[in-house]
């Protein structure tokens, strides 16, 4: 869901005939009026729908194909007057019309190149953990491209939500440039004092859990569906599992919120190591976060590679009695920290 949007991203989604689904609406120009209440109505059950499924983007200013076997394909940008409708406007139907207020939606206003004051609105909604309800006073739902009222148990379904922890997977990218070292710990090494010292770079993926809901998160288990292009092997002491997306070979790594307390140490002087005790989970208050768990030998290391930047890295979350959490997030777009010595 945080995704930023650009032109180029949406002529890719009408060249290569990406369908509508759960996720995912494409609505004309003509979707937005100032002077039809109705639309105005439809504006708030497209959104309270998607809110109530699975959340998802609306993507205001695309036309769908006319023909009836070509529904729900993308045709062209049907650019909208961004000096007639403003995102100001948008912002205030959806917040006046939808009850309760649904949190953290995000407008963006895509300037395109069909028209100088022409833009594409692309309206973000998150799943919410609560029903919200149309300004018509009915609940609705996303279900086969389209938003229909949804039954009572529905409802109380969705109410349910507020019961169970909401965990969402936020990354940071650690790179940190160190000098290598030529010998063993504890031996002094005698070497040419001309001779260049040498440098390695680890960039390393580091995964947080985030709480998002009301409830304390007790178990988290996250699946990470990583590129194999963009890793980098390094001392892997179970035989990884490799698999196909969309041609694409992904490899598949585990997360928990676990630790181990270092409890004492064996050996001596630079020989010595920690020893650990059992494993326990780390309990996830709600809005905190958490590290999930890691080690020298499980590091998710990856490749600084131009060209590869443009892949995902894709995660689904399990915890407690929640239902599953999936998302995405571009190689590109996650947050770098350099942790170098200078």
């Known amino acids: 869901m945080n995704k930023l949007w650009n032109e180029k991203e949406?002529?890719?989604?009408?060249?290569?005939?990406?369908?509508e689904n759960l996720n995912l609406d494409?609505?004309?120009?003509e979707s937005l009026s100032k002077s039809s209440d109705s639309k105005k109505k439809e504006i708030a059950k497209d959104v309270s729908a998607m809110a109530n499924s699975d959340?998802?983007?609306?993507?205001?200013?695309?036309?769908?194909?006319?023909?009836?076997?070509?529904?729900?394909?993308?045709?062209?940008i049907d650019p909208i007057d961004r000096n007639d409708i403003s995102k100001e406007w948008l912002e205030q139907i959806i917040n006046t019309n939808i009850f309760p207020r649904i949190s953290n939606i995000?407008?963006?206003?895509?300037?395109?190149s069909v028209s100088p004051n022409?833009?594409?609105?692309?309206?973000?909604?998150?799943?919410?953990?609560?029903?919200?309800?149309?300004?018509?006073?009915?609940?609705?739902?996303?279900?086969?491209?389209?938003?229909?009222?949804?039954?009572?148990?529905?409802?109380?379904?969705?109410?349910?939500?507020?019961?169970?922890?909401v965990i969402n997977i936020e990354f940071l990218i650690e790179k940190e440039t160190y000098e290598v070292s030529r010998g063993i710990p504890g031996i002094p090494l005698f070497v040419d004092h001309k001779q260049e010292p040498e440098y390695r770079t680890d960039i390393e993926l580091l995964v947080y859990a985030y709480n998002n809901g009301k409830i304390l998160a007790n178990y988290i288990n996250c699946?990470?569906?990583?590129?194999?292009?963009?890793?980098?092997k390094k001392d892997e002491r179970t035989t990884p599992e490799i698999?196909?997306?969309?041609?694409?070979?992904f490899e598949k790594r585990f997360r928990k919120n676990t630790d181990r307390d270092v409890i004492?140490?064996?050996?001596?002087?630079?020989?010595?190591?920690p020893n650990y005790g059992p494993t326990r989970y780390i309990p996830v208050l709600p809005k905190t976060n958490v590290s999930l768990s890691t080690n020298s030998y499980s590091r998710i290391l990856l490749k600084d590679t131009p060209e590869l930047r443009d892949l995902k890295i894709y995660w689904t979350v399990y915890a407690d009695n929640a239902e599953p959490n999936t998302g995405e997030s571009f190689y590109k777009d996650i947050k770098v920290k350099d942790k170098s010595l200078k």
Not at 26 to 29: F, G, I, V
Not at 67 to 75: G, K, Y
Not at 243 to 249: A, T, V
């Open 10 to 19: 949406i002529l890719g989604l009408i060249k290569n005939h990406i369908e």
């Open 26 to 29: 494409y609505k004309s120009a």
């Open 55 to 76: 959340g998802g983007v609306i993507i205001y200013g695309v036309k769908e194909y006319d023909a009836s076997e070509m529904r729900h394909l993308p045709e062209k």
């Open 106 to 112: 995000i407008i963006e206003p895509i300037p395109t």
């Open 118 to 165: 022409g833009v594409i609105y692309v309206v973000t909604i998150p799943k919410s953990n609560t029903a919200h309800q149309a300004s018509d006073k009915r609940y609705y739902k996303r279900f086969n491209f389209e938003s229909t009222a949804m039954y009572d148990y529905e409802i109380r379904d969705i109410l349910n939500r507020a019961q169970t922890p």
């Open 223 to 232: 699946v990470l569906e990583i590129p194999e292009a963009i890793l980098i």
């Open 243 to 249: 698999f196909l997306k969309d041609g694409i070979p």
């Open 264 to 273: 004492g140490a064996s050996g001596s002087g630079s020989f010595s190591y």
